[in-house]
């Protein structure tokens, strides 16, 4: 299911609990019930793209399976020049008088690395599995 649809879908379930549950320990009980099948269809969503990924690594193409790989060095390194390496260089133009290099968009690397290990979607799995605290 598309991720904007989501919203709108749990909204229109709500309006109907609203309409056919006037007693709010039945409304209450059935919006529990409508945000559980919410939750189990953004759990398929991902054990479906787990599995993509793991059938676009085991792939024999670079092109198909190289991707990841490509992106996860390309921002680690990016990351190591934009942490360590730029300072060390702009010390280094300084103490010699060279133009200071340029700087990189920490922002976004960290944004795209995070994204590539998915480290955005582990406060939901917690909350799935029940380790919310």
């Known amino acids: 299911m598309n991720p904007l649809l989501l919203g709108s879908v ?15 320990a039945q409304k209450a009980q059935a919006e529990l019930e409508l945000l559980k099948l919410t939750q189990s269809g953004d759990l398929q969503t991902t054990l479906a793209q787990l599995e993509i990924n793991a059938k676009e690594a085991a792939h024999p193409s670079v092109f198909v399976a190289g991707w990841r790989p490509f992106v996860g060095w390309s ?59």
């Open 10 to 24: 749990f909204e229109l379930g709500e309006k109907i609990i609203d309409r056919l549950f006037p007693d709010p």
């Open 75 to 133: 921002c680690g390194v990016g990351l190591v020049y934009a942490t360590v390496g730029h300072n060390l260089l702009v010390w280094l133009a300084q103490a010699k008088g060279w133009p200071a290099p340029p700087a990189v968009d920490a922002d976004l690397l960290v944004y795209t690395l995070g994204g590539l290990l998915g480290i955005g979607g582990l406060r939901t799995l917690e909350k799935v599995k029940g380790v919310s605290k």
